[in-house]
Nanobody
């Protein structure tokens, strides 16, 4: 059974930083990508960043470059998302997901096969 568990969310003041963790298990292959997404109330799910297990290649939409960084600790089966200079607009539930045998690398949520339950991030002004 594939499991992804997010942690590290919480309440943080604007201007602060957070490091979210996604610990996963049960992936049936060694060729996968882990992506981070978020969804704010009343908004669509938004792709933030992803990383490939093949060679550590990462991808971020242009709108996410600068404040988000993604890291993969293969020994711990954990992918981290570092978020800096948080603003209240970053308030959302943050999810990680796994794409099995990705073709290329990207952050389209429809391509991801397994999802975690999410972790709430709330940024106060």
């Amino acid at each position: 059974e594939v499991q992804l568990v997010e942690s590290g969310g919480g309440l943080v003041q604007a201007g602060g930083s957070l490091r979210l963790s996604c610990t996963f298990s049960g992936l049936p292959v060694v060729d996968y990508a882990i992506g981070w997404f978020r969804q704010a109330p009343g908004k669509e799910r938004e792709g933030l960043s992803c990383i490939s297990s093949r060679d550590g290649t990462t991808y971020q939409p242009d709108s996410m470059k600068g404040r988000f960084a993604i890291f993969h600790d293969k020994a711990k089966n954990t992918v981290y998302l570092q978020i800096n200079s948080l603003t209240p607009e970053d308030t959302a539930v943050y999810y990680c997901a796994a794409e099995i045998r990705p073709v290329g690398i990207g952050i389209n949520p429809h391509n991801y096969d397994h999802w975690g339950q999410g972790t709430q991030v709330t940024v106060s002004s």
